[in-house]
């Protein structure tokens, strides 16, 4: 079977395996390529080589120091930093999407650019999907 | 001469106030007899040195100039003695008989012709002849005093805090007095020859007592209250007792004196009135510390909470994200066939991660803060070990691993501890070693070790490099390479082991020479009352 032509490609930031499994497949049915790396680096690598329609991000993530949560230091706040910075990339919508909780890292991510901030538990696949359709160009 | 009388009595004077003054201040000051000494040899060394300036008796002169030499040597004695024990260590008996009896000898040489052999009376003053033994007595009070120079400048680098300030300030008056009276008393008549300076020795003396005073009065805070006050009411009592000289009648002499008892009185009280406010006062200030520090603590423990909350509340949504995610697209019905066996079995372990997430939190929050000592029981570890081994038998047969358990060389007493805790951090230990170890063997051991055992958990894993050794211990710290190998983690394992360990009076620590060189992890824990298994 010839499967049809993306309509979209993401690029999703996510240590977890398994959602990272379970987001690739509903996107696919969504007919949206999603891309997914688990640290930043590579993120701000893979956005400027594929230059996706959008980011989602996840702001917990491990670092190569040992620590995996430092509050208000989280590592998706740096990616938000440093693709800010970056002219190549700095126009990529961002939808923050994380277990974190809190109304400091939400206001950060705003200030820092992002568009939306979607609690991953608070959703089932397929309702993350629509919300994040939204933010898709047309 | 007059005047040189009255500068010395004021001297005498400001001396013997300053002792007084520093008694009213604090009667259980334990540096006060110490205190006491110092003036009453300083007092006895400045009248000594006036008579036997001003007599022209010889056998008085020779008796004044020897008490001259007698009452520095004591003096660099008790500066000696008080710079060993400040601030509250404990001499040796027997070198402080040491001390004592070697001081006193020479005090008693003093007396013989050995150390002074003569006296020359001159119009100018008084010259000595040097006996066989005075370079010895020289050597001897030069060695104390140096003695007590360099003790006291150790413990001032080793002291902080209000023992620094106060020695800073004790050791500054003596430097000057020592100068003063050095230059004045030793130099000028021992290289010139002359001793007409030796008289201005005492005025430096004041330097040292009124420095020293308050170094040793220095931590009242209000300070400058209570000195004003004492000051004032010294001038007082003062005035009013020189006050009964100026009548000429008896009766007036006699209403001075009443007059100066009751000032004396008066003023006494006035000094104690104000010495117990700013007692009371020092009392609010302590209290007002102690309350903003335990305030500061509570702060940063309710942030501490907070910020474990959010974290939990993190790492508790995870497997929920996943569990939600798998069910609903099986319900949804976007995996069928072995893809939806497949996510069964992933809903399955999210669960079990989530459970396990759980028991770590409350562990952690448990044994968070301060330390709790678990109920101890001798515990044979070597049969623990043995059984979380045989726990584990599925979990390191997948791995394909090879778990070596070295025979002890000798037997291995009962360690104290709690049973069922070590449990849970051996089993962590072994869950480590398995997860982290791709391919070769986790070797267990035992060591005694005086008077603990150490079980060593040796496995030929992925190492530990340098930055991730330095969280290891820490809550939530979980490396990159470690989440790839055992990604459900909650990063509270070897957090919650090294509570309990301590908890339980033990220690643990690991080794490793960096990434991809294995990990040894040690326990180190007491035997039960050294009996044998």
Redesign the interface.
Known sequence: MKRLPYSHKILFIE?????VD??H??FE?NNILLLST??IEDGIIIAKKENPDLILLDL?L????????N?GREEGLRFLELIKANKQIKDIPIVVF?????RAARARTRELGAIDYI???N????EAVEIIKKHLPK | MYINLILLGIIVLINFSLGVLAFINNPRNKNLKIFFLFIIFLVTWIIANYFSDITKDYFWVIFWLRLTFIAPVLFATVLLYFGLIFPAEKLRISSRYLLGISSLIVSILVFSNLIIKDVVIKESGVDVVFGYLGAVYLLYFVGILVAALIVLLKKYFKSKDLEKKQLKTFILGLFLFLFGATVTNLIIPFIWGLFEPSKYGPYFSVIFTTLAFYAITKHHLFKVKIIATEIFAVILSIISFAQIFIYESWQGRFLGTILFIFVTFFSYLLIRSVLKEVKSKEQIERLNKELSRKNEYLDELLKQKS?FL??T??QL??P???I???L??II?G??KGTKKDEAII?VMQ?TNRLSDTVRDFLDASDLEGETIYFKLEPVNIHDILKETISDKQILIKNKNLQIIMAEPHEEIPLVSTSKDRIIDVFSNLIDNAVYYTPKGSITISFIKKGKSVIVEIKDTGIGISK??S???F?K?????RS?LLR?DGS?LGLFIARKIVINCGGKIWFHSDGQGTGTSFFVELPIYNDKKI
């Not at chain 2, 939530?476 to 990159?480: G, H, P, Q, V, Y």
């Open positions: 240590d977890e395996k398994n959602l379970i987001y497949d509903i049915i688990d640290n917990i491990p670092v190569t120091d040992g620590a995996v949560l509050i994380t277990n974190l909780d809190s609690i991953k538990a959703y089932t696949p397929r | 910020e959010h974290v509340s993190h949504k995870t929920i994200s996943i939600r995610g798998y609903s697209m949804d976007d995996y992933k999210a930055e991730e330095a969280k290891l820490e939530f710290s979980r490396s990159s989440k990604p990063g």
